[in-house]
């Protein structure tokens, strides 16, 4: 198996349960917009797998995207673990749980239960605390022997006590959250200033390492991939589920002012494939 192999199965299932037409128009596209139906058939026709004859609608799109792409994750992850070995966690249900379940976000499950007794600290606190990644990757810490397993790296001294990774520091260890994805199956204005209020809280919640926070998308239009892309300080990066067969839709439109924008998010290290993904989580 290779990247590449792991990529075209990723977009058969995408046709196979995501994508399909609605009204003669891609389920990725702004029926609006001209532009947009016009990239979007660029894409769907480059894929080149049947389409869904069925394709779902309202939070179905959004949690079957979420979930694709979770396994083709996981499944790369196992094609690089010689470059990053550990154990892995891959969840793409996180609705109940959040990120209060790993090492550097244990403390908001106290503060969110404060929040809910108190309605008055929550007046002037605001927001719920509880993150809920569309998908996250987790790390579990590391048994002593685990640790000492080619050479004996810890010795007998009171030392690395503190550290999330080994196992015998905590009575109750909690895996340490390596990626928060989000994973929009297109992009609106709306969206696009929840995936950054949503990675921004990742950044200044956490105790301990940031984790990798990245979005996912199949939105065909570089300007609206722009609104969330542009900028650092947030989001790592932007993902595009298709970038290759976007890039060859948006040359072969003859849209200068679209191709400038694709043009500038990916010299910029702003946009990236999808298969660059794994990568970068890797690395």
């Not at 995501?18 to 702004?30: H, K």
């Not at 200044?204 to 990245?214: F, S």
């Amino acid at each position: 198996m290779t990247i590449n192999k792991l990529r075209k199965a990723y977009h058969k299932q995408i046709c196979e349960r995501i994508l399909g037409l609605r009204s003669g128009v891609p389920n990725l596209a702004d029926v609006s917009s001209k532009t947009s139906r016009v990239f979007a058939f660029g894409i769907t026709k480059r894929l080149g797998f049947p389409l869904s004859t069925s394709p779902p609608v309202g939070q179905t799109v959004g949690t079957t995207f979420g979930e694709l792409t979770m396994d083709f994750l996981n499944k790369a992850f196992k094609l690089l673990h010689h470059i990053r070995p550990g154990k892995w966690i891959f969840s793409a249900s996180q609705a109940s749980v959040g990120i209060a379940a790993f090492d550097q976000y244990e403390h908001l499950a106290a503060l969110d239960s404060a929040l809910k007794e108190h309605k008055d600290l929550a007046a002037a606190l605001g927001g719920d605390y509880i993150i809920r990644p569309d998908i996250v990757i987790g790390r579990n810490p590391l048994s002593d022997s685990e640790i000492n397993q080619s050479k004996d790296v810890l010795g007998k001294d009171p030392v690395s006590t503190l550290t999330p990774l080994r196992k015998s520091n905590y009575q109750t260890p909690k895996p340490i959250l390596h990626a928060g994805i989000s994973c929009k199956w297109t992009i609106r204005s709306d969206r696009s200033q929840n995936t950054r209020t949503e990675a921004l809280n990742l950044i200044r919640n956490r105790k301990g390492k940031t984790p990798h926070i990245a979005c996912v998308t199949a939105e065909p239009m570089p300007t609206r991939l722009a609104s969330l892309a542009m900028g650092t300080g947030d989001i790592d990066c932007v993902y595009h589920m298709a970038l290759m067969e976007l890039a060859s839709s948006v040359k072969d439109s003859g849209n200068e002012d679209q191709q400038d924008m694709l043009d500038t998010l990916t010299t910029g290290k702003r946009l990236r494939d999808i298969s660059d993904l794994p990568f970068d989580l890797v690395s």
